[in-house]
């Protein structure tokens, strides 16, 4: 899989809260599918699937050890994103500098008056 190809992965994985959420908890440490799904309002077979999509991502490892199967975070797709974005860093920050300089001279013609 390319870098393109890898980076739409990871954001379409990124896409759903649920999945979003589950990668925050392995952010803290690994642990079973079962224990990643009792926050869930949802069936286990569903946590499974976002797992899945997670995995096909590359954003998480599972390891299968009897009847557990253990979920750790893999850090390197967020990397991959990170670098990407911090790319796009200096166009936002001179358009947000701009911006401010609009508001702080509108505020000051609302001050004049």
């Given at each position: 899989m390319d870098r393109t190809?890898?980076?739409?992965?990871?954001?379409?994985?990124?896409?759903?809260?649920?999945?979003r959420a589950i990668l925050a908890r392995l952010a803290e440490g690994g642990t079973t599918v079962n224990v990643l799904a009792e926050p869930f309002d949802m069936s286990l077979p569903a946590v499974s699937r976002h797992i899945k999509v997670l995995e096909r991502a590359g954003l998480i490892q599972q390891e299968k050890n009897a009847q557990y199967r253990r979920c750790t975070v893999n850090a390197a797709p967020l990397r991959a994103v990170?670098?990407?974005?911090?790319?796009?860093?200096?166009?936002?920050?001179?358009?947000?500098?701009?911006?401010?300089?609009c508001l702080m001279a509108l505020t000051e013609n609302?001050?004049?008056?």
């Open positions: 190809d890898s980076l739409s992965a990871t954001f379409s994985a990124l896409a759903h809260p649920a999945r990170a670098t990407w974005t911090e790319r796009y860093r200096p166009i936002w920050e001179t358009r947000l500098d701009a911006m401010e300089r609302l001050d004049d008056r």
